[in-house]
């Protein structure tokens, strides 16, 4: 009997991960390094992906559209100085959006929370490549978490309204809360979570129902002068 003749996945060059990148970025430009992290982070994907589940999509290029294109749309709305901040990522799988924003920014303060084992193996192996500094993975569900951070994100989740009142916990007063969600879920979330200031949701590219949800939570400081007021 023959054996099948073994299939090579060709390495997508960086300038095709620019190209595809491009939409999502706008007027920022992404140094090398960043785009050399961004393609060492693809391969790692595409690979570990072809033994274990870690994303449904299978076109390296969608990969890195619908993963990459959209944390990284998401970091740069976010992070427009280099103040050190942190973020926790609830449910991040394979690192999304939270590893790329950990590469755009790289003084983010990062935890990842991801409760399937298997996705936190492979989310150490990404941070261990790219050398990541203060860079932390929890292999826990979100509602054990008792840690605050100043941004808190979730991009694909079950639970959401669970999740949505486990990541409002998470936020520090004053700090925000960032969702990356079809537009059906706004109405749930206003309603849900009504004491956040929301900004207008930006659409995000190459999509046409997807949205990035920026929110405040307030601070200690206008809670207490809203009560005052009342």
């Known amino acids: 009997m023959r054996s099948r003749p073994r299939l090579e996945c060709r390495r997508m060059t960086r300038e095709r991960i620019s190209q595809l990148l491009a939409p999502f970025l706008g007027a920022d430009v992404i140094s090398e390094d960043k785009l050399a992290m961004i393609s060492d982070y693809l391969d790692l994907l595409v690979g570990w992906n072809a033994k274990i589940n870690l994303t449904a999509l299978r076109d390296p290029e969608d990969m890195v559209t619908r993963h990459f294109g959209e944390s990284l749309f998401t970091a740069r709305h976010l992070f427009r100085t280099f103040e050190r901040q942190s973020?926790?990522?609830?449910?991040?799988?394979?690192?999304?959006?939270?590893?790329?924003?950990?590469?755009?920014?790289?003084?983010?303060?990062?935890?990842?929370?991801?409760?399937?084992?298997?996705?936190?193996?492979?989310?150490k192996e990404v941070i261990r490549t790219l050398r990541l500094s203060n860079t932390v993975v929890l292999a826990s569900r979100a509602e054990t978490v008792r840690s605050q951070a100043d941004v808190v994100t979730f991009r694909a989740v079950e639970r959401f309204d669970a999740i949505v009142g486990s990541a409002h916990r998470m936020v520090k007063p004053g700090g925000r809360l960032v969702l990356l969600i079809g537009k059906s879920r706004i109405v749930t979330v206003r309603h849900l979570l009504a004491d956040v200031l929301w900004e207008p949701p930006l659409p995000i590219p190459l999509s046409t129902n997807r949205i990035l949800l920026l929110g405040r939570r307030p601070s200690s400081q206008a809670l207490e002068s809203e009560n005052t007021a009342e």
């Open 87 to 123: 973020l926790v990522d609830i449910g991040t799988g394979a690192g999304f959006p939270g590893l790329p924003a950990k590469i755009w920014q790289p003084q983010l303060e990062l935890t990842l929370i991801e409760s399937q084992h298997k996705k936190t193996v492979f989310l």
